[in-house]
């Protein structure tokens, strides 16, 4: 028998058909449904892109006011998954503090699988994405408080996604250019054709089992520092530059020793992620309007992008989408190992936009092999082993 091919990383392999988002690598362009992604950034909200993702046209007014509301009034998550995160350790990562609680919510729901009638009604399953898009940051939120010995703060069903997220953060006021530059973060993550976090949610979900699972797994994939775990190193990495003068320096010992910087590179783009133009330009605006914290960490940033695209550019190696938005989130006061769990709370509605997909045409994944072992070898018991 022929062997089978083996794409390592299976770059270049369809393993889907799907309907959801688009990128064209070579230009540079992404779009959800149809519709650009500057378009979206710059005129709708995360609420609505969710909206979009899910059921793949824009809603009516009416439309929206209805899966708003449902998202406000599925926020609270139940006392017990509280009182599990009191046992998680204070000094664990959150995304494996948000790994562990979504799945929990799992033990919330009757049965471990998807029952035909439950597949077939994508106003149950809608109604499941709903709870879980609206519960995350609530988890994260209360995270951060509980992490610190506070009591989380409740939910406020006035505030929209993500001032309520901010609100319950800080326990402050949200403030509306936080809230909106948050807003645009949170669409700019929403959604990424198969990225190996999605490819997971189609593996899982193919499976039958519950959205629980299926999410916990996404969360779990997407915290490596190849994929969203990326935003936290960047800044960590610009931290530890320290000064626009040592970014040369810095830059060139990394490329002798043949590592990575972080935040650049991608599989599918080969110019410059879309979305990080625009975060590089909602931090100009931030800038220009002073509203940084003069951390200087933009300018070194500014300065590692000039730099790093001179050295990788000609090797179609550019800043992806978790270059900036580190930047952003730390200039915002946001902690460094949260901006991994924003990025999962923001790309929750494009995984269950795959996981329907994918459950309305399922065929479980399984894939082959090419076998580079050892054959027919004789078992020796282990008293006779030297
Ligand atoms: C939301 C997201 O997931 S966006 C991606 C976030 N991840 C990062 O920013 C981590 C840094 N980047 C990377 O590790 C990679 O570019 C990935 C994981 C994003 C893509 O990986 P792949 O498509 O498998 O590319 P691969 O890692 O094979 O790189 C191809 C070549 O480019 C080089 N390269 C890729 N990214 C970088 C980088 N960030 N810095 C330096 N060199 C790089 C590799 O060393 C390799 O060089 P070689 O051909 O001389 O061996
Ligand atoms: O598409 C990818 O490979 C990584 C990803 O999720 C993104 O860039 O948002």
Request: some cysteine; proline content about 5%; aromatic content about 8%.
């Amino acid at each position: 028998m022929a062997e089978p091919n083996f794409a390592p990383g299976l770059e270049g392999v369809a393993a889907t058909q799907s309907s959801i988002s688009n990128i064209d690598g070579a230009a540079g362009l992404l779009s959800y449904r149809g519709f650009a992604i500057a378009d979206l950034a710059a005129y709708s909200s995360f609420e609505e892109v969710a909206f979009l993702l899910l059921d793949g046209v824009l809603p009516s007014a009416a439309d929206l006011k209805r899966f708003d509301h449902g998202l406000r009034a599925h926020r609270q998550v139940k006392y017990n998954v509280r009182e599990i995160m009191k046992f998680m350790p204070v000094t664990g990562h959150p995304m494996d503090m948000l790994h562990c609680a979504v799945a929990s919510l799992g033990m919330f729901y009757p049965q471990q699988e998807l029952s035909d009638a439950e597949r077939g009604n994508t106003l149950h399953l809608d109604a499941m994405a709903m709870r879980i898009i609206a519960r995350m940051p609530t988890i994260v939120a209360m995270w951060e408080q509980m992490r610190f010995g506070n009591d989380p703060i409740s939910p406020r069903p006035d505030l929209s996604h993500a001032a309520n997220f901010l609100y319950m953060l800080s326990g402050r006021e949200p403030d509306p250019t936080y809230t909106k530059i948050l807003d645009s973060c949170l669409i700019l993550h929403a959604e990424h054709t198969i990225n190996a976090s999605t490819f997971s949610v189609l593996v899982t979900g193919s499976t039958l089992t519950n959205p629980y699972h299926v999410i916990g797994g996404a969360i779990g994939t997407l915290a490596g520092p190849l994929h969203g775990g990326a935003n936290q190193k960047v800044v960590e990495m610009l931290e530890e530059i320290s000064s626009v003068r040592q970014v040369g320096a810095y830059l060139d010992r990394k490329m002798a020793n043949k590592e990575k910087i972080w935040g650049f590179g991608h599989r599918i783009y080969k110019t410059r992620d879309p979305r990080a133009v625009i975060l590089k330009e909602m931090m100009e605006d931030m800038a220009s309007h002073g509203n940084l914290r003069h951390s200087g960490l933009f300018e070194i940033a500014i300065e590692v992008e000039r730099q790093a695209t001179e050295r990788l550019g000609p090797k179609g190696i550019h800043a992806n989408v978790d270059f900036y938005s580190g930047v952003l989130y730390h200039e915002m006061g946001i902690k460094a190992d949260l901006f991994t769990p924003i990025f999962a709370m923001a790309r929750s509605a494009g995984w269950l936009a795959h996981w329907r997909e994918q459950l309305a045409d399922n065929r479980i994944f399984r894939p082959t092999q090419v076998y580079t072992g050892e054959q027919n070898r004789r078992y020796v018991p282990v008293a006779q082993r030297i």
